[in-house]
Nanobody, 126 residues
C-alpha cells in the first residue's frame, strides 16, 4: 500500500511559480505511475500530468504544456510538479495519485489510479 502526502500549494500572483511535492511512502513497485490531477470549484477533476517510475515517461494535459514540468527524486520517493507562468484558471485543489499503470496512453485516465493524496490548494490571483 502506498501513502501519498502533497505539499507546496499556496497563493501566487498570475505569472508566478509554485512547486508541488508528493512524497510516497510504503510499498512502491515497478510499474507504478504517479499523476497530478486538479479540481476547481464546480468542475470535474481533471488530469494535469503523470510520470512512470520505471522509465520516466511523462504525459501532460494540453493546457499545461510548456508551463508545468513533472519530475521525480527516486531517492526521496517524491514527485514534483513545477508550475510556471501560472494563470488564474489554474486555481484548484491539486492532488497526486498512484496507480499500477504500464501503458503510456493510460496515464491520463483518472480511474487507473487507486491511491490518492489529500490535495493541496493552489490559488492564482489576477
Amino acid at each position: 500500500q502506498v501513502q501519498l502526502v502533497e505539499t507546496g500549494g499556496g497563493l501566487v500572483q498570475a505569472g508566478g511559480s509554485l512547486r508541488l511535492s508528493c512524497a510516497a511512502s510504503g510499498r512502491t513497485i515497478s510499474g507504478v505511475a504517479m499523476g497530478w490531477f486538479r479540481q476547481a470549484p464546480g468542475k470535474e477533476r481533471e488530469f494535469v500530468s503523470a510520470i512512470r517510475w520505471s522509465d520516466g515517461a511523462t504525459a501532460y494535459a494540453e493546457f499545461v504544456k510548456g508551463r508545468f514540468t513533472i519530475s521525480t527524486d527516486n531517492a526521496k520517493n517524491t514527485v514534483y510538479l513545477h508550475m510556471n507562468s501560472l494563470k488564474p484558471e489554474d486555481t484548484a485543489v491539486y492532488s497526486c495519485a498512484a496507480g499500477l499503470i504500464r501503458s503510456w496512453s493510460q496515464l491520463v485516465e483518472r480511474q487507473r489510479y487507486d491511491t490518492w493524496g489529500q490535495g493541496t490548494q493552489v490559488t492564482v490571483s489576477s
